[in-house]
């Protein structure tokens, strides 16, 4: 099936940090979200894309669209210790039914440095 | 809290039982996707309802099913369970009109098959 490879798997942050992490597929999306899991709780969206190119910003995050419609990235700026959580990129290839769900990559789990 | 809820937050079958799993959409929402998130992985695609009928279903056996009630609210039935099927199971609620608009998620269901 479709597959998202998102990177890194795991990294480690210091407050105040910049943070990095992107999704890349080799199928092309019309969509593509980007959630925060934390544990015992669903995915809460963070930043939707829905055009090529598009760059979206909420508070600290920024997320882009990339322009082959097969990549995104999300950046964090100025970290805060509340931004430790499991990070999920997912991809929509169209608008309903089997083409409407969302295909999820396997997660950035981000962590403080100790 | 996005207004999705699910029910119940915990649950223990032993292998060969059957479960069901309820999800109340979020207010104004008429589609519900179903996912099953493994531990360590991101969520798949079990089954997407839209007004009462299955709309999209992923890569999963027909003893995954499920309904959808006038309501909006839904369940999803597994029977024969195996050790496997333990995970969460996420719902996810949204509008749909001529597209499908974004995905908000409830909190799941811990499933533990022992």
């Known amino acids: 099936g479709q597959q998202l490879n998102q990177s890194p798997q795991s990294m480690f942050i210091q407050e105040g940090e910049d943070v990095s992490m992107n999704c890349t597929s080799s199928?092309?999306?019309?969509?593509w979200l980007w959630y925060k899991q934390d544990p015992g709780e669903g995915p809460v969206l963070l930043i939707a894309l829905y055009k090529a190119g598009e760059l979206t910003s909420n508070g600290r995050l920024t997320a882009q669209f990339g322009i082959t419609r097969k990549d995104s990235f999300l950046n964090i700026s100025a970290s805060i210790p509340s931004d430790v959580g499991i990070y999920f990129c997912?991809?929509?290839?169209?608008?309903?039914?089997?083409?409407?769900?969302?295909?999820f990559g396997k997660g950035t789990k981000l962590s403080v440095k100790p | 809290e996005t207004g999705v809820t699910q029910s119940p937050t915990h649950l223990i079958k032993t292998r060969g039982q059957q479960v069901t799993l309820r999800c109340s959409s979020q207010?104004?929402?008429?589609?519900v996707s179903w996912y099953q998130q493994a531990l360590g992985q991101g969520p798949q695609f079990i089954f997407q309802?839209?007004?009462?009928?299955?709309?999209g279903r992923g890569n999963f056996p027909p003893r995954f099913s499920g309904l959808q009630f006038p309501n909006y609210s839904s369940e999803l039935n597994v029977n024969a369970l195996e050790l496997d099927d333990s995970a969460l199971y996420l719902c996810a609620s949204s509008l749909s009109g001529i597209y499908q608009e974004t995905q908000y998620f409830g909190p799941g269901t811990r499933l533990l098959v022992l």
């Open positions: 199928s092309i999306f019309n969509t």
């Open positions: 207010s104004g929402h008429n589609t």
């Open positions: 309802y839209y007004r009462e009928e299955e709309n």
């Open positions: 997912a991809g929509q290839l169209g608008y309903g039914g089997s083409q409407g769900n969302l295909i």
